[in-house]
């Protein structure tokens, strides 16, 4: 019942989803492609041995390193990619090329969930994290084709409201084959939600096994070599304010103090700049290198796919999504690069991760400007307490490495049995 008002509604929706991209299209020029495939028209394929989706960059990355580690064992797969948005798309091309076939992910309507199966025809699908649609997971069961959801994790709010559909939500669960969950907390939930628990495995996080480039110093902005650099990674609206503010303080007790600042979604880099430029501070842009100058006080990092240069660059790295009701972001690209972490109050969404850094003392809490700036000035004035703080983070992602091997293993031996 409560699928079939959803898929009503979705029907509803679908004129104004077509809008939208049609007017994404406009700009930038990246959705005019795959109009047709979020519909399910793709080409015919013939003996597809998996479909893996995954929503944006984060989950991309993570399918990357599952897919290479594949691929090395068996160059002859053939691999189907869906992804939702252009970024990730745009990073799966750039490290896979025509080691696999990328389409952009069908929505969820019957019927293009059945035009994307017939075309594809997938002998397994591997869904990264918890990217879960009723209509995909109820035609793709009815064939039955093994579902596979790697890396996965639910949060405890997110249990919660899966809990008000107990009965929908536990037919949608319990189509799952496998579902290798980041920890024993996210297992449980799984387990709750209508999962079979012998359907549930604890394989870790595949994003501690990543192995991020190493960028020189100067590789993604040439200035700031001495000053004391922090950077505010992946920020939603209503935090930037809170952040420009903390760096006012900062720099009144440190006048060389320099902030990255790195929205989390590209349209906002020109409200971003315009924020900045109305808080007083001298701005570069990373995008236009006509604006680079050393006396900049903030450098917006308006390029997409450089993340991890500017946690390079950075001496303490502060994770968004924290101050506002999104539930933070990952931190283990900071922790991998040795940075004393920063997070506000709100980190549901990667629970277990901060709790384990915050408890060997690898990160720590902040809950408004005011303790965020104090805790920059501390740091920059604590070289010691800083450089401990970021060998913590890294230890603790070298201890927890292992989980690809074990998510690769379940794949390879389920599409041994189909």
């Not at 070289?383 to 913590?392: F, I, L, S, T």
Request: hydrophobic share 40%; with cysteine; proline share 4%.
């Amino acid at each position: 019942m409560i699928k079939g008002v959803y898929t009503f509604i979705y029907y509803l929706l679908s004129p104004l989803m077509c809008i939208r991209w049609f007017f994404k299209s406009l700009k930038p020029p990246k959705y005019r492609e795959p109009f047709r495939q979020r519909f399910g028209f793709v080409k015919k394929h013939k003996d597809t041995d998996l479909w893996i989706h995954a929503v944006s960059m984060g989950e991309t990355s993570g399918a990357i390193s599952i897919i290479n580690k594949l691929i090395t064992a068996n160059p002859k797969l053939k691999i189907v990619v869906t992804t939702t948005t252009p970024t990730g798309a745009k990073l799966l091309l750039e490290h896979l090329g025509d080691k696999i076939i990328h389409y952009y992910s069908p929505c969820d309507l019957p019927g293009s969930i059945k035009r994307f199966l017939s075309r594809v025809s997938p002998k397994v699908v591997v869904i990264m994290e918890t990217e879960l649609w009723p209509n995909w997971l109820s035609h793709i069961h009815e064939r039955q084709i093994p579902i596979i959801l790697a890396n996965a994790r639910l949060s405890e709010s997110s249990a919660r409201k899966y809990s008000f559909f107990k009965d929908a939500s536990q037919s949608l669960f319990s189509k799952l084959s496998h579902v290798l969950a980041v920890n024993e907390a996210d297992a449980q939930r799984f387990v709750s939600s209508g999962v079979s628990k012998s359907n549930v495995e604890i394989t870790g996080n595949i994003k501690f096994d990543a192995e991020f480039p190493q960028a020189s110093f100067d590789e993604y902005f040439p200035y700031w070599n001495k000053e004391f650099v922090w950077i505010a990674a992946s920020t939603h609206h209503g935090e930037d304010e809170q952040i420009l503010q903390a760096h006012k303080q900062v720099t009144d007790a440190i006048p060389n103090a320099k902030l990255i600042l790195v929205p989390r979604h590209p349209e906002r880099f020109e409200s971003v700049a315009e924020l900045i430029s109305q808080n007083g501070f001298q701005l570069s842009r990373r995008s236009k290198r006509s604006s680079w100058d050393e006396s900049a006080s903030v450098l917006l990092g308006d390029t997409m796919g450089e993340l991890l240069f500017a946690y390079q660059k950075s001496n303490v790295a502060f994770i968004g999504g924290s101050f506002v009701d999104i539930g933070g972001h990952n931190a283990i690209e900071a922790a991998y690069y040795s940075k004393p972490i920063l997070t506000g109050p709100d980190y549901h969404n990667f629970q277990y991760l901060f709790d384990s850094l915050i408890e060997i003392e690898a990160a720590k809490v902040v809950t408004n400007s005011q303790q965020l700036a104090e805790q920059l000035i501390q740091l920059a004035n604590d070289n010691r307490e800083a450089e401990v703080m970021g060998e913590k983070a890294k230890t603790f992602i070298d201890k927890n490495k292992g989980a690809l091997e074990k998510v690769v293993t379940v794949i390879q031996s389920t599409l041994f049995r189909v």
